[in-house]
């Protein structure tokens, strides 16, 4: 046994871009190209980076509700991607996930009832009787009223629906929960609502997550650590108090220096990043960054920076530790 709860080693996946019928060599999307990590038991992970940088395919690539175009996701232990339709089929009661829109993750002709017995329904648990009771639970635990059961997701608030997610995700008693931007969609006033419900369960449940955002400001808040992806690639993940201390990457740095700052010891220099995010069909050479770099040395336009220890538990992806 490792003693993690699960282990991503170096998972890859390009999606073919097709361009019409007949051609056949129009390269591919690399969404995700050679990630890495692992989560603990009773962790929160979490995952930042701009839009496009793979953090929703590197999720789902965990939870297997894609294909990988290589590597290994171990989830105690055991290869997933190895796993026959059957056995991962009883894995999938173990592995949730909870999107960012409840609008669109709802299905708005169920009632609430319904969506959250779904799950048990389709994993053949229990009968009609305990399988409301295990609703009503649900519902209560995630702070909704059990009279809410007989109404519609339009019926309710963002915030209520993404409790209804998040009850729903729940009610196969899972171990792993991937939250891929629970909050984004949600009013600032609701979002740390959100936030602390998803922490208190995680405590009372013992569940592990792996939290999904944007930016550091919300990760900082949830995550025991944190892993910056940048095109997809991790190119830094460390404790997540210590990455907002001191983050090394000067990607992760000009991401943390767009987060304003509450404490006036710490001074930041904003660093604005110039041009685009280069396509992930195409991405640069060398270290996938140094487009952007406002550190950028020759060696970095030309080799690749592995993902190495520059101390305990501190990985970072830079020519300027290597
Ligand atoms: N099914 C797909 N087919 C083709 N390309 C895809 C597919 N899914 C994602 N991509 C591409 O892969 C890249 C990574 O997408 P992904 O959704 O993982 O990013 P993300 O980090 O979650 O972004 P966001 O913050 O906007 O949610 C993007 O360029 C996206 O367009
Ligand atoms: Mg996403």
Redesign the pocket.
């Given at each position: 046994m490792s003693g993690a709860l699960l282990e991503v080693k170096d998972v890859k996946k390009h999606?073919p871009i097709k361009r019409g019928l007949m051609s056949k060599n129009a390269g591919c999307?690399k969404?995700v190209d050679g990630v890495s990590f692992s989560v603990h038991k009773g962790e929160t992970l979490g995952l930042v980076?701009?839009?496009?940088?793979?953090?929703?395919?590197?999720g789902r690539l965990v939870l297997r509700l894609l294909e990988p175009t290589s590597g290994e996701v171990l989830f105690e232990d055991k290869n997933i991607y190895r796993l026959s339709f059957n056995q991962m089929r009883q894995l999938r009661r173990d592995m949730q996930i909870i999107f960012q829109d409840p609008y669109a993750s709802l299905n708005p002709r169920l009632t609430v009832e319904d969506i959250i017995i779904e799950p048990l329904v389709i994993h053949g648990i229990g009968d009609s009787h305990s399988r409301r009771q295990r609703v009503k639970e649900m519902l209560d635990l995630v702070g909704l009223s059990s009279y809410h059961g007989s109404r519609y997701p339009h019926e309710f608030s963002g915030g209520q629906r993404q409790r209804i997610g998040i009850a729903r995700a729940l009610a196969l008693n899972p171990k792993l929960i991937v939250c891929d931007?629970p909050v984004s969609a949600l009013d600032v006033s609701i979002q740390s609502q959100v936030l602390n419900l998803l922490m208190q369960l995680q405590d009372m449940l013992k569940l592990t997550y792996i939290f999904?955002a944007?930016g550091l400001n919300v990760v900082k808040h949830v995550s025991d650590r944190v892993g910056v992806?940048y095109l997809g690639k991790i190119v830094e993940i460390a404790d997540s108090e210590e990455l907002y201390r001191n983050a090394m990457h000067p990607y992760s740095q000009a991401l943390l220096s767009a987060v304003p700052v509450p404490d006036p010891e710490i001074k930041r220099e904003r660093i604005i990043l110039t041009g685009d995010v280069p396509s992930?069909a195409n991405p640069p050479t060398g270290c996938r960054f140094h487009t952007r770099c406002p550190q950028c040395m020759d060696i970095c336009r030309l080799e690749e920076p592995a993902l190495r220890p520059v101390s305990d538990k501190y990985m970072v992806a830079c020519h300027k530790y290597q």
């Open positions: 999606f999307i969404a980076g701009e839009s496009g940088c793979g953090k929703s395919t590197t931007e999904i944007h992806m992930p």
